[in-house]
């Protein structure tokens, strides 16, 4: 986890007030809502090992960045090299690197800041960048956009490290993309397989616990809202009452849940 942050539900979701979440408050509190309903926002990276490989699935927010839009991101210092460390994994162990989208708190720390130039935090890696997605980012006219452009996606372009990728891609059977658009136009999550168990790394296709009772709730940033709400139906759908583990790469503790149906409804269980 590189953050954890509690915001109003306005940051999320333009129409909604806190009163809405009270048909969910059982589940949602205390890990995903505090007591006064503000909603309680993590952001992880997940380090998978394979049989043979090293990935790590989105970079979080980076130190040393200009944030335009998230004053409180601007020039941080937090330590996710030494918590990567903690977990005996040096940058120059990472065989590839996979961001589920490219925004800022995805794709952080793809790069830092050395003797002023942004280079490849991973030096040994293959950054794995989803041809459809840098379609949509590679003319970014936004000052937010722009800055993640700049920091944090042609440093790895420039230094040789992509490889570019579909919707396709694979590795050692074990790791694979699954497209899930709407929140931008290329996003995909990842599923996992091992030793006879599925998980499924969620990316922003939903930020919140709350969007499994609710997917028709639309994100703000979701570039293509109505696309997104079909996308979140169908996963919730598709997932609701297996045994398919699903990390939230903003759920906060517990961040691996299983979608369960009850009195109707759909809630999560941990």
């Known amino acids: 986890m590189d953050s954890l942050e509690s915001t109003s539900p306005r940051f999320l979701y ?3 007030q806190r009163s809405d979440f009270d048909p969910h408050l059982e589940w949602l509190q205390p890990h995903f809502l505090d007591a006064e309903k503000n ?22 927010i980076g130190n040393d960045k200009d944030a335009p839009a998230f004053p409180q991101w601007t020039g941080r210092k937090g330590s996710y090299l030494q918590d990567l460390a903690a977990v005996g994994c040096a940058p120059e162990a ?3 690197v996979f961001c589920t989208h490219m925004h800022i708190d995805h794709t952080g720390w793809n790069t830092r800041l050395q003797d002023g130039r942004w280079v490849p935090t991973f030096p040994n890696a293959k950054y794995l960048f989803n041809k459809r997605e840098w379609e949509h980012w590679q003319d970014a006219q936004d000052a937010m956009d722009q800055a993640v452009v700049r920091q944090n996606l042609l440093p ?10 579909d919707n396709g891609w694979g590795l ?21 397989r091992s030793r006879g168990q599925t998980a499924m790394i969620t990316g922003d296709m939903m930020v919140h616990p709350v969007q ?8 703000r ?31 906060n503790t517990p961040t691996g849940v299983y979608i369960v149906s009850a009195g ?6 941990w």
């Open 14 to 16: 333009l129409d909604k």
């Open 39 to 60: 909603i309680l926002l993590s952001i992880h990276t997940f380090l998978v090992r394979t049989t043979h490989h090293t990935i790590l699935i989105d970079t979080c």
């Open 94 to 96: 990472v065989d590839y």
């Open 156 to 165: 790895i372009i420039e230094a040789g490290r992509v490889a570019w990728v």
């Open 172 to 192: 050692d059977d074990e790791v694979t993309l699954v497209p899930t658009p709407g929140h931008t136009p290329g996003h995909c999550s990842v599923q996992l």
């Open 212 to 219: 499994i009772a609710e997917p028709q709730w639309s994100q």
């Open 221 to 251: 940033a979701d570039t293509d809202k109505a696309l997104a709400i079909a996308t979140r139906t169908r996963f919730v759908n598709q997932h609701c009452d297996t045994d398919t583990l699903i990390l939230g790469t903003h759920f």
């Open 264 to 269: 109707g409804q759909k809630r999560i269980k």
